[in-house]
Nanobody, 121 residues
Framework: QVQLVESGGGLVQPGGSLRLSCEASERIFSTYAMGWFRQTLGKSREFVATSNWVDNRTHYADSVKGRFTISRDNAKNTVYLQMNSLKPEDTAVYYC??????????????WGQGVQVTVSS
C-alpha cells in the first residue's frame, strides 16, 4: 500500500523554480513530521528539509536554506517543497518521508517513490 505519493519533478533551467508535492494518508500526516531528502547516483541520501506537524517548525540543510521552503496543507494531507533559484547541483531524485522531526535519514519510517529533478540549461 502506497503511503506517500510525490509529484512535481521535472526539468528546469538554472535559476528557475519547481514545487514538489507529497500527499500522505491522513494517519501518517497527522502523526509524523514530514521531510524531504535527495539522492544522486553513487551518493547517499541527504537531508533537505523537514516540518514538524505539531508547531510547524522547520529545519533546512545549509545548502538549500534561503532557496527552498517546506510547507504543509493539513486539509489536503500534503507537504510541499518550493524550490527557487535552482542550481545544477540541486539535480537529484527527491524523496518525501515521514517520521521523526530529524535530519537523520534513519529516523524516517515511510518513504515516497521519489521524483527526478533536473536543473540544466
Amino acid at each position: 500500500q502506497v503511503q506517500l505519493v510525490e509529484s512535481g519533478g521535472g526539468l528546469v533551467q538554472p535559476g528557475g523554480s519547481l514545487r514538489l508535492s507529497c500527499e500522505a494518508s491522513e494517519r501518517i500526516f497527522s502523526t509524523y513530521a514530514m521531510g524531504w531528502f535527495r539522492q544522486t547516483l553513487g551518493k547517499s541520501r541527504e537531508f533537505v528539509a523537514t516540518s514538524n506537524w505539531v508547531d510547524n517548525r522547520t529545519h533546512y540543510a545549509d545548502s538549500v536554506k534561503g532557496r527552498f521552503t517546506i510547507s504543509r496543507d493539513n486539509a489536503k494531507n500534503t507537504v510541499y517543497l518550493q524550490m527557487n533559484s535552482l542550481k545544477p547541483e540541486d539535480t537529484a531524485v527527491y524523496y518525501c518521508a515521514a517520521g521523526g522531526w530529524s535530519a537523520v535519514r534513519y529516523e524516517y519510517v515511510y518513504w515516497g517513490q521519489g521524483v527526478q529533478v533536473t536543473v540544466s540549461s
